[in-house]
């Protein structure tokens, strides 16, 4: 369903190739996307390109590239966390934010990564709490805070969590 809800508001998400390693480069060093990234810092090509690299052979990464017509404007990132769990990356470039997707975009790439990775369990967003604008669109996807204690990882983050649904419930019919 919510990849339905991708296709009428323009959207689609394909999994990333080798040829997307220099786009990526490029957006993950855009002045905006820096500000609101954990680390707030540049990467060098060395950096990016051994990252991407290891990530598309790898099995604990799963990198979405979202296109709008077509065109890649944005990337969804899962990193495994154990057999049970996964940190979720979202960014869409400049221009193509504030448009009202970003809850059909995070909910239809968590299908993917269930589609991907069966035993997944949860999935976490780490937000900077200044980014208040992706806690609304990560709260309205069905992600929760964590407990206070929980949340410890620092002043400047919010952590946000998914549950999947249980299999076994959504294969019976069942919606409790």
Request: hydrophobic share 40%.
């Amino acid at each position: 369903m919510a990849e339905n809800s991708l296709t009428r508001i323009g959207l689609s998400l394909r999994f990333a190739r080798s040829e997307d390693k220099k786009t990526l480069f490029r957006w993950r060093n855009i002045e905006e996307i820096v500000a609101l990234s954990s680390s707030r810092r540049h990467v060098t090509w060395d950096e990016h390109s051994a990252w991407f690299d290891q990530a598309l052979m790898g099995d604990r990464c799963i990198i979405l590239i979202v296109e709008a017509k077509g065109e890649p404007i944005g990337l969804v990132r899962f990193d495994s966390r154990g057999n049970d769990g996964s940190i979720i990356s979202i960014y869409l470039i400049p221009g193509e934010t504030g448009k009202g997707r970003g809850t059909a975009l995070i909910q239809a790439a968590c299908n993917r990564a269930i589609t991907a990775w069966p035993h997944l369990q949860w999935v976490e967003a780490k937000i900077r709490s200044d980014n208040e604008r992706s806690i609304v669109v990560f709260r309205r996807a069905g992600f929760l805070p964590l407990s206070a204690e929980e949340q410890k990882i620092s002043d400047d983050h919010a952590r946000l969590q998914w549950q999947v649904p249980n299999v076994s419930l959504k294969n019976s019919g069942n919606s409790e």
